[in-house]
DNA sequence: TTGTAAGCGTTATCAG
DNA sequence: CTGATAACGCTTACAA
């Protein structure tokens, strides 16, 4: 039985520190909480022009905020959506989950990350699907951490899958697919009789390097090209060289070189440079990512671009209509979102 | 989400999940409800050997994850704990958010992240106490989008502030007073007589390269060297060859400059090579941030090292002795943070 | 048009 | 040792 009421009636707003409530207003404004829930919820139509006004009124001098756990508790549903992110190296992650987030917050939800850490996909799953259940949370925004099977499961556990599926091409995702065939076959078409993939060499699992390298792979054997080599780049100038120097030690040049991403190609480029290869005579390079850095160096790099914002798209198309409720026409042009984009390494 | 839009009105038709609750556990171990939620928080002791087995057992069985609503609504706070990214150029934010949020997951916490967005500082600030006094968490973490001020408004809100309070060294905070003087401190080392301060030029406010720029004209007035001059480039080539020419049209050579981070330093390099000028010989460039494209690229950046993990790291500590009750020792050499890794661009 | 009352799932208090 | 019971803040039939 705390004696909070006792405070003075100071003439600015003073907010008691242990929580407005709804009762609060419901008080000031002179209703019942039923009709401040309701008002907030937007039955405005309802009530009396003066009620509401009274009640907003009150909201607004109070500086009332719903309690977040009192609505998830009844709604059986919370106002936050899971962004899970994959354990790999993908590029603007921080620009993606930046997106994803403004997003959610123009709709009223709030993202809660959760990232893949070691212990294995079934481990990831597991706390995932705990945070799941112990949050409700309205939504899921898969990044490419879980599979289909995943995410059905998830959507079984009653929380809707944001993300779009994508849809897969022998194994590949559809993203990935469009990248590496990209990468392909421009080396290919710049001539190079012979391709490599290089990985980034990093502590961390990279599936969608091994996606693109099979379908790199895959493009090689169409076109009647041997299978590519695939390296493991770190990105350490040294490190680096070596690893360039036992590819070109052990298969002939001229060699193409698609690249995990664009900071791989950029030490795969600087690499060969440093080896007296011939760029890109003997040696052709094409990253992916587009970002600033591959086309501010000499000489600038190939790549193919990636457009966040369009590759974003979908997902806030999903999250407007899913938690938003606005419609807007969804045009979604795909094929767009990848492009070549030609420097001086091909 | 703007204050007065009340969006969330529009649900969507979720149909109510049943989800496992404690009253389940209860019923299949044969206990009330109370006892299972004493066993579940830690009160081992206090019960038999046999029911804290059935009720452990029961919860497996069923699969039982207290809801996170209920526990927030009873305890006034949530599981979760909000962190602050500034809307800036920030090095590494991805690995210090998932570095971060590996720190929660281990004391049981989960990261709602909170961008800055556009409508300035007090929009800004409006909308994180409207998240806090939604979310009740249990703490807030500020990557450097917060003011004491506004640190002390949250706290006194009642939210703990996790990350550590910078000192403030004539309103700058000690981790870019360092970075600044670092690089300031080493081009005036390596002779050169005129500095300059080299902003990314973006959309977004960056208060971090104004504090830097400021500390620098300050070692460059306390050196006797002129007020140094400060450019905004932009990171496509032609742009910054245009921004790094206009700097050497009005100024003269040679001139150390400071960037922003590493990307502008490389593009500050490399345009100004494709002016013909001499590097290190008339521009002298420093970056920050020691990621790996500086070191990769052929002059090698010169650039003063961040270490993530440590300055993460007082993070982690406020986080386990705050959330986790562990009684780590806290061995934080700030100083060892920063440091200058000379490359060949000074 | 507005109010009443019944939960939602959890934890804390206190009585047995 | 264990179990009723009372909050916590909110939404939503249903009643007036």
């Given at each position: 039985?705390?004696?909070?009421?006792?405070?003075?009636?100071?003439?600015?707003?003073?907010?008691?520190?242990?929580?407005?409530?709804?009762?609060?207003?419901?008080?000031?404004?002179?209703?019942?909480?039923?009709?401040?829930?309701?008002?907030?919820?937007g039955?405005?139509?309802?009530?009396?022009?003066?009620?509401?006004?009274?009640?907003?009124?009150?909201?607004?001098?109070?500086?009332?905020?719903?309690?977040?756990?009192?609505?998830?508790?009844?709604?059986?549903?919370?106002?936050?959506?899971?962004?899970?992110?994959?354990?790999t190296?993908?590029?603007?992650?921080?620009?993606?989950?930046?997106?994803?987030?403004?997003?959610?917050?123009?709709?009223?939800?709030?993202?809660?990350?959760?990232?893949?850490?070691?212990g294995?996909?079934?481990?990831?799953?597991?706390?995932?699907?705990?945070?799941?259940?112990?949050?409700?949370p309205?939504?899921?925004?898969?990044?490419?951490?879980?599979?289909?099977?995943?995410?059905?499961?998830?959507?079984?556990?009653?929380?809707?899958?944001?993300?779009?599926?994508?849809?897969?091409?022998?194994?590949?995702?559809?993203?990935?697919?469009?990248?590496?065939?990209?990468?392909?076959?421009?080396?290919?078409?710049?001539?190079?009789p012979?391709?490599?993939?290089?990985?980034?060499?990093?502590?961390?699992?990279?599936?969608?390097?091994?996606?693109?390298?099979?379908?790199?792979?895959?493009?090689?054997?169409?076109?009647?090209?041997?299978?590519?080599?695939?390296?493991?780049?770190?990105?350490?100038?040294?490190?680096?060289?070596?690893?360039?120097?036992?590819?070109?030690?052990?298969?002939?040049?001229?060699?193409?070189?698609?690249c995990?991403?664009?900071?791989?190609?950029?030490?795969?480029t600087?690499?060969?440079?440093?080896?007296?290869?011939?760029?890109?005579?003997?040696?052709?390079?094409?990253?992916?990512?587009?970002?600033?850095?591959?086309?501010?160096?000499?000489?600038?790099?190939?790549?193919?671009?990636?457009?966040?914002?369009?590759?974003?798209?979908?997902?806030?198309?999903?999250?407007?209509?899913?938690?938003?409720?606005?419609?807007?026409?969804?045009?979604?042009?795909?094929?767009?979102?990848?492009s070549?984009?030609?420097?001086?390494?091909?």
């Amino acid at each position: 039985m705390s004696m909070e009421s006792e405070r003075l009636t100071v003439l600015p707003p003073t907010p008691r520190r242990p929580g407005v409530t709804s009762a609060d207003v419901a008080r000031l404004a002179g209703v019942s909480r039923s009709t401040v829930s309701h008002i907030l919820n937007g039955q405005v139509t309802r009530f009396s022009e003066e009620t509401v006004e009274r009640v907003r009124e009150a909201v607004a001098q109070l500086a009332y905020v719903p309690s977040a756990a009192g609505r998830s508790l009844v709604l059986g549903r919370s106002d936050l959506v899971v962004l899970a992110v994959p354990n790999t190296t993908l590029t603007n992650v921080q620009d993606i989950i930046e997106a994803i987030a403004a997003d959610l917050d123009d709709v009223g939800y709030s993202a809660v990350v959760h990232f893949d850490r070691g212990g294995g996909p079934a481990g990831n799953l597991s706390r995932l699907r705990h945070l799941v259940e112990t949050l409700r949370p309205a939504g899921l925004v898969d990044l490419g951490s879980l599979s289909p099977a995943d995410l059905d499961a998830l959507e079984e556990q009653g929380c809707p899958v944001l993300s779009p599926r994508p849809r897969n091409v022998h194994g590949v995702d559809e993203g990935n697919f469009a990248i590496a065939r990209a990468q392909a076959e421009h080396l290919i078409e710049r001539g190079f009789p012979e391709l490599a993939y290089a990985y980034l060499d990093d502590r961390r699992d990279d599936p969608f390097g091994r996606m693109r390298a099979t379908v790199v792979a895959d493009v090689c054997a169409e076109a009647g090209l041997p299978e590519p080599a695939r390296i493991s780049v770190p990105l350490r100038a040294a490190d680096a060289q070596t690893a360039v120097c036992d590819l070109l030690r052990t298969r002939g040049r001229p060699v193409g070189i698609a690249c995990s991403n664009d900071e791989v190609a950029v030490a795969v480029t600087f690499a060969a440079l440093a080896l007296r290869a011939a760029v890109p005579g003997d040696v052709g390079v094409v990253g992916v990512g587009g970002g600033s850095v591959g086309q501010l160096v000499e000489p600038r790099l190939s790549t193919v671009t990636f457009d966040v914002r369009t590759s974003v798209s979908s997902i806030r198309q999903a999250i407007r209509q899913a938690l938003g409720g606005s419609q807007e026409p969804a045009v979604n042009d795909f094929d767009d979102t990848f492009s070549v984009l030609q420097g001086a390494t091909t």
